[in-house]
């Protein structure tokens, strides 16, 4: 599908760290900020390589903008809904990162919303393993805190 | 997108030991959720977990404190999220559904909100807590209603 080659003269060949090439118009690149600027810096006959954004999270990116720009205000919701269910942890993680590269900003709004819904009863161990997050507290230190916030923690999911 | 103003915050941002240095954006691409990112998604999360998540790292303890912080997330989680609060006047009945991140921080009432929390997270009254809050917390209680929500 995105990957198919497109006919139109000016579209935008984007490289992936797997090697897959992408081509896409320029309506949908311009909506991932960190290509737009880079059409902007070089020729946009140049294919663009995006190291650390793989195949996988790129199409994702793709299908939401195609698909999202193709449907109806009433349908957008549900798309999303859909979008964002078919989705595992892991690749929810990587497209975030992916997304926060490239600026997409559609995705930079509803991705927080979904993550948030997802995390939120979720413990201190769990996040820190899926932000990928250096616990800097010394146990002293996060000791003292746990005293202090332990009337929040009623009601803590099992990892 | 929100950006923490207090300058020691960005010292603690370090903590987020993963990130390379800046440079090239291009080639240097962060293999992390970006700190604005992890921004946005807290400010979706309610204030109740958002306490818990001070004690993940020190940038987020920072972040969870700072007061910008604290106004982003009211103006973007109150759509989601009202307070349901009632009080009787001889304390005898007493209910809490949600309340902002702000009113946990203010120093003046966090006291009385903390044990109101407290009452609230058991799912039941207890008539000793009430009684033990300072005489005029009935009044400035309907203060922070009248002022955040």
């Known amino acids: 599908m995105a990957e198919k080659a497109s006919e139109s003269s000016n579209s935008i060949s984007l490289n992936t760290v797997d090697g897959k090439i992408f081509k896409v118009?320029?309506?949908?690149?311009?909506?991932?900020?960190?290509?737009?600027?880079?059409?902007?810096?070089?020729?946009?006959?140049?294919?663009?390589?995006?190291?650390?954004?793989?195949?996988?999270?790129?199409?994702?990116?793709?299908?939401?903008?195609?698909?999202?720009?193709?449907?109806?205000?009433?349908?957008?919701?549900?798309?999303?809904?859909?979008?964002?269910?078919?989705?595992?942890?892991?690749?929810?993680?990587?497209?975030?990162?992916?997304?926060?590269?490239?600026?997409?900003?559609?995705?930079?709004e509803l991705m927080p919303k979904t993550v948030a819904k997802l995390i939120e009863n979720k413990s201190v161990e769990f996040l820190r393993k899926f932000f990928g997050i250096v616990n800097d507290f010394t146990p002293s230190e996060e000791a003292k805190i746990r005293e202090e916030i332990a009337w929040a923690f009623d009601g803590v999911d099992e990892d | 997108m929100s950006q923490i103003s207090d300058g020691h915050d960005n010292n603690n941002?370090?903590?987020?030991?993963?990130?390379?240095?800046?440079?090239?954006?291009?080639?240097?691409?962060?293999?992390?959720?970006?700190?604005?990112?992890?921004?946005?998604?807290?400010?979706?999360?309610?204030?109740?977990?958002?306490?818990?998540?001070?004690?993940?790292?020190?940038?987020?303890?920072?972040?969870?404190?700072?007061?910008?912080?604290?106004?982003?997330?009211?103006?973007?989680?109150?759509?989601?999220?009202?307070?349901?609060?009632?009080?009787?006047?001889?304390?005898?009945?007493?209910?809490?559904?949600?309340?902002?991140?702000?009113?946990v921080f203010e120093t003046a009432i966090s006291n009385q909100i903390k044990k109101l929390l407290r009452v609230s997270g058991r799912g039941m009254y207890e008539k000793r807590q009430v009684q033990s809050l300072s005489p005029n917390y009935h009044m400035k209680t309907n203060k922070i209603l009248q002022m955040k929500f």
């Open chain 1, 25 to 108: 118009s320029p309506t949908i690149a311009n909506q991932m900020q960190t290509i737009q600027s880079l059409i902007k810096a070089y020729d946009s006959s140049r294919v663009i390589s995006l190291p650390h954004v793989n195949a996988f999270h790129l199409s994702k990116i793709i299908e939401y903008l195609e698909g999202k720009s193709a449907t109806t205000v009433s349908a957008v919701k549900e798309f999303e809904a859909q979008f964002m269910k078919d989705l595992s942890l892991k690749q929810l993680k990587g497209l975030l990162i992916a997304v926060g590269y490239l600026k997409v900003n559609e995705l930079l």
């Open chain 2, 13 to 103: 941002n370090n903590s987020l030991k993963n990130e390379p240095p800046h440079g090239d954006s291009l080639h240097a691409p962060p293999p992390f959720i970006p700190f604005e990112v992890i921004t946005e998604i807290l400010s979706r999360v309610p204030v109740k977990s958002l306490i818990q998540f001070k004690c993940v790292c020190k940038s987020w303890k920072t972040l969870i404190s700072d007061s910008e912080f604290a106004r982003k997330h009211l103006s973007t989680i109150h759509h989601h999220h009202n307070l349901l609060l009632t009080i009787n006047d001889n304390f005898d009945n007493l209910l809490i559904g949600s309340y902002s991140l702000q009113s």
